[in-house]
Nanobody
Framework: QAQLVESGGGLVQAGGSLRLSCAASGRTFSTYAMGWFRQAPGKEREFVAVIHWSGGLTYYADSVKGRFTISRDNAKNTMFLQMNSLRPEDTAVYYC???????????????WGQGTQVTVSS
């Protein structure tokens, strides 16, 4: 059964960095777009970044552009999110997802991980 598992979350001070990983298993996701979304308490899930299956195209939410970098290693069926210059408003549960299209709409994604908590203290 296809599964996505996030790791790398934790507690960090403002200005710090974290690197999230999303390990896929059960099938190959090398032909899927993969994305990161996040959900803060009391808020809706929001788009963070997405990477095309080839790795050649990436898109970011304006709020993270210039601070976060999405990448993938298709040989290892793994995706990453390098997060630098973290801010308290980045605090959320971060989810990875896989879908056929590199889009912002969470409804277009077919597979989801369980999420990893990122907490940024001020």
């Amino acid at each position: 059964q296809a599964q996505l598992v996030e790791s790398g979350g934790g507690l960090v001070q403002a200005g710090g960095s974290l690197r999230l990983s999303c390990a896929a298993s059960g099938r190959t996701f090398s032909t899927y777009a993969m994305g990161w979304f996040r959900q803060a308490p009391g808020k809706e899930r929001e788009f963070v970044a997405v990477i095309h299956w080839s790795g050649g195209l990436t898109y970011y939410a304006d709020s993270v552009k210039g601070r976060f970098t999405i990448s993938r290693d298709n040989a290892k069926n793994t995706m990453f999110l390098q997060m630098n210059s973290l801010r308290p408003e980045d605090t959320a549960v971060y989810y990875c997802a896989a879908g056929q299209y590199a889009v912002y709409d969470a409804m277009k994604y077919d597979y989801w991980g369980q999420g990893t908590q990122v907490t940024v203290s001020s």
